[in-house]
């Protein structure tokens, strides 16, 4: 995996976490923040735990894949990334000729209302 794919599984992962961390475990919130969050290594991570870098890759693996059906069942940061591209595009509009955009003013506001 290229550092730029693990950086935007960090990135992911810690967006999933932001919405979703509060329903993990306490043990798969503290990997997670370790790992994630810390950047911690496995082993750093099974030193301070006295467990093996096996188990807290498996602790870590399945953290992320309920990260992952949470997200799959609740769309939460989904809904957020759809809402920002919105956000972006009115700031973007405001920043030229607002007259000139009514349409995809309303448009854009269409679209915020639709996200749920």
Known sequence: MTSEEMLGKTNRVNMLFDFYGSLLTDKQRTFL???FHDDYSLGEIAAEFDISRQAVYEHIKR???TLEDYE???QLV???EQRKAVADRV???FAGDVAARQDE???LVRK???ID
């Open 33 to 35: 923040g370790f790992y």
């Open 105 to 107: 003013l309303k448009e």
């Open 63 to 65: 953290a992320e894949q």
């Open 72 to 74: 799959t069942k609740l």
């Open 91 to 93: 700031e973007a509009i």
């Open 112 to 114: 915020l209302y639709n």
């Open 78 to 80: 989904a809904k957020h």
